[in-house]
């Protein structure tokens, strides 16, 4: 009989130090995706208010709560991290679990805006991406989800399947980068 082992998306892959830039994976944290159901906004709001300290995310921001954080995932949707939902958030939200779904990957340090400005379109100035920003983006040719968490690092989400691809265009953006210096 054959032996599974479990592995992390970016298992044998992470982290990397190059130049002022350190990428690692993020592993081990639950996630679900939440979206409320018609006309459950309002009720929604409350019982998550009451059950994790967070409201619903505006578009493109991330809210943090009792040792989680609700990050906007898209229209009328956003992605619980951190901590298993509350089952009274099920009577008003289709809940689904999303743990093993996304490569996760923080890219930390003073050129990290450097790199990920060779890989999106999205605008990383602070002035119009800082701290608790979030969006649902292109990353080089995948789809992904960045989130500024703090003032020199970024989470990365893209999909699980997509973690090889995601570490190589990382360390090419960090080669490059590094090579300026």
Known sequence: MAELIAKSPCEGLLPLDLGQVQAREVVGQPMALVAPFKGAAGPLGAALMAAHGLSWPDPGKVVQGQGCQLQWFGHSHAMLVGCPPSDSLRTHAAISDQSDAW???ALEGPDAAAV???LTPLDLRDSQFGPGDTARTELFHMSAAITRSGAQSY?????????GTLVHDLKTAMQAVAARS
């Open 155 to 163: 989470q990365i989400m893209v999909f699980r399947s997509m973690a």
């Open 116 to 118: 990920l400005a060779r």
């Open 103 to 105: 490569a996760v990957v």
